[in-house]
């Protein structure tokens, strides 16, 4: 019998030393899915040959046919396949799995548009929303037949009093829905307790201090502290109540400075105690009574009816899980996710509404290289062109969050509304502060939206430059002119004498007439009307609606519906926003990634001067709330002296290649996960 001669097996191929470091993968389809694979190639590639047998019994030979080999791994192919979509099946009934209560974290400042990309955030991973995708998310929640209650955990509150009432006033509509909505504080300042008193039931931890005392307002003067330093502030204003120049040129507050402060905070303070009181069920003298003798503990807050128990976290928990059962809460982000195909076919259907932010100082340009809250004239032009071309759109909101800035700028923006109208409706929401320039803008729509609690109006107008030779003197310097003309009034080393200081007041008052008469056509009212509620006063949203400076009261979603009246739909149908300016790509952000902090932001404020800006319209202060120790009104004028003085944001920050991992990490997840969640709809 002739022997068979053996062929020598195919040395395995050498694995590189990367390989050999390579860890074994723990996947058991994955496992399956390499054994498959390989037998197969070994059946189609090599044919196996049957081992010799020494006793030549067929029976016992152990090699195997080709084609019970494919089989065999056929079968382990199609196992891990199975397995595969069975674990893709299970992943997505996890995520998808169904829900009853949905959690959302506020803290924070509540932006209008999506967070930027900070260094001064590294670390600081929030979860919290910007205030569209906050609203437009109330309003699915309150018409989603699934849920059945929202759980809110609110601390470190930084936004404004228009912001707050804005969500006080989502909350408020998801209660009466009949989606109950709960509260958690730990230890609640002013306005983590105002935005959470709209809960139907408010809980408080047991240790927490109950930190509610009302409001204040602190002007900072820097006068002296200038006079030391040898600057003088040359500065002439067109209004006997425009107050952004006292913080330079006085030790204190003028009489109609204080007036004015005075009759803001009543109002604010009068609204904060009505608010509660009608919230709380209770009077606004207990209110009141309660806000004088604050800082309270926690179980006398209980005691008094402002809070409705005292828990703990897991308590809270255990209370929400016998409702309505375990693991039945959904996150903010998740619950976005799981609706954003009904958001989307929504927006399918609904017309279509351009929404244009303008945000802080109002300004010619952008300041280069930062990342502050700026708005400039061109890009404002620039975006309500686009939209006003845009046949897609069907009106155009613009979202006024300014202090003004820029008197030419401002003029340049309200010519450009008013271009805009005669394409489309024009209509202006304001949020927490729309005053001087940016009421200046807002004059010239069609419709103005104001919150209750919005600074508005100081319509007036401030003129001026700094003089530094003082301050050369002391370290040194000194500068020799050669002018011709009178080009030497723009100079920082030389004071305005008598002539042109004249002609500096001169301007400010041409200009403070022609933003009257403006306001005065754009709101239908007589120039002695406006002129009678004018001269630099600011007013709350509430005040400048007796007064006829606004037309209604609310925030976004009053803007939207008389936007529906305007288009000729109907109250209850959707409308979708698109957001302007457009977000921006990924890959732009990181390349213009900036800190963004106080003194940015102030910078802002004083940089038109510096650079040599005649007329400026801008509000002399901005109100905040005391809370946890925190500074009250600050004027954002001396803001900006201590800010070039030196005073920026203290402490040891992260090395900055940590931190711009960080944000870029975070960020990143953001942009992802806002992109996944579908359009804004109303």
């Known amino acids: 019998m002739r022997a068979v001669r053996r062929r020598r097996a195919p040395r395995a191929p050498r694995r590189c030393r990367a390989d050999a470091r390579r860890p074994p993968t723990t996947s058991r389809s994955h496992r399956y899915a390499e054994r498959a694979a390989h037998d197969i190639a070994a059946a189609v590639s090599t044919p196996t040959q049957a081992k010799s047998d020494p006793t030549g019994r067929p029976g016992e030979r152990q090699g195997q046919r080709p084609a019970a080999l494919f089989f065999r791994a056929a079968r382990r192919r199609v196992l891990a396949v199975v397995l595969a979509v069975g674990a893709t099946i299970h992943r997505w009934l996890r995520r998808y799995r169904p829900y009853r209560v949905l959690r959302i974290e506020l803290s924070g400042t509540l932006p209008e548009g999506p967070h930027a990309l900070r260094l001064r955030d590294f670390g600081r991973r929030s979860s919290a929303p910007d205030l569209l995708t906050l609203l437009a998310t109330l309003r699915s929640a309150r018409e989603d037949p699934e849920l059945a209650l929202v759980v809110l955990d609110v601390h470190g509150i930084e936004a404004g009093w228009g912001t707050i009432q804005s969500v006080r006033r989502a909350l408020l509509a998801v209660a009466a829905a009949g989606k109950p909505v709960w509260a958690y504080l730990t230890q609640p300042g002013t306005r983590d307790y105002y935005l959470a008193s709209a809960a139907s039931r ?8 109950f930190d509610v005392t009302g409001l204040a307002s602190e002007v900072v003067f820097v006068k002296g502290a200038l006079d030391k330093l040898g600057i003088e502030a040359q500065l002439a204003r067109a209004g006997r109540f425009k107050a952004a120049a006292e913080p330079f040129t006085r030790t204190d507050m003028s009489p109609e400075h204080r007036a004015m402060a ?24 207990a209110v009141r009574a309660a806000f004088t003798e604050g800082p309270l503990l926690a179980r006398e807050a209980v005691r008094r009816g402002l809070v409705d128990e005292v828990a703990y976290p897991d308590q809270l928990r255990r209370s929400v899980e016998e409702r309505c059962g375990e693991r039945a809460v959904i996150e903010l982000a998740s619950y976005r996710r799981r609706r954003a195909w009904a958001t989307r076919r929504a927006a399918l259907d609904a017309p279509t509404v351009g929404i244009l932010a303008v945000s802080g100082v109002i300004g010619g340009e952008e300041l280069p290289g930062s990342r502050s809250r700026t708005t400039s004239w061109r890009g404002f032009r620039r975006e309500l062109e686009a939209m006003a071309e845009d046949a897609s759109l069907a009106g155009i909101v613009i979202r006024v969050d300014s202090p003004g800035g820029s008197g030419l700028a401002s003029d340049l923006m309200w010519r450009e509304v008013l271009q805009a109208r005669t394409r489309k409706p024009v209509l202006v929401s304001m949020g927490d502060v729309a005053a001087s320039g940016g009421y200046y803008l807002a004059a010239g729509a069609d419709h103005v939206t104001a919150e209750p609690a919005t600074l ?5 107008v401030l003129a001026g430059k700094p003089v530094l030779r003082g301050l050369y003197d002391q370290l040194g310097v000194t500068k020799e002119l050669v002018v011709r003309g009178n080009a030497g009034r723009h100079s920082d080393y030389v004071p305005l004498d008598e002539e042109n200081l004249g002609r500096l007041r001169s301007e400010a008052e041409a200009f403070y007439a022609e933003f009257v008469g403006k306001v005065a056509s754009g709101r239908g009212l007589t120039a002695a009307a406006v002129e009678s509620v004018a001269e630099g006063r600011v007013w709350t949203g509430r005040q400048a609606m007796a007064r006829g400076l606004v037309d209604a009261l609310g925030g976004i979603e009053e803007t939207l519906a008389e936007m529906r009246r305007r288009l000729g739909v109907s109250a209850e149908s959707r409308l979708a926003l698109m957001r302007r300016p457009r977000e921006r790509a990924l890959w732009r952000s990181v390349a213009q990634l900036a800190s963004r902090d106080a003194l940015s932001d102030v910078l802002a404020l004083v940089t038109p001067i510096l650079r040599g800006e005649r007329v400026l319209a801008v509000v002399p202060f901005v109100l905040r709330f005391v809370a946890d120790g925190a500074e009250a009104t600050r004027s954002e004028s001396a803001r900006a002296v201590m800010a070039l003085a030196g005073a920026g944001d203290l402490g040891s920050p992260a090395p900055t290649w940590l931190r711009a991992s960080r944000s870029l990490v975070h960020s990143t997840l953001a942009w992802s996960a806002a992109r996944r969640a579908g359009p804004l709809v109303f």
């Open 202 to 209: 408010v809980l408080l931890a047991p240790a927490g201090i």
């Open 262 to 285: 005075e009759q803001l905070l009543d109002d604010l303070y009068e609204q904060l105690v009505a608010d509660v009181a009608a919230a709380r069920a209770t009077t606004a003298d």
């Open 456 to 460: 508005t109006g100081s319509i007036g």
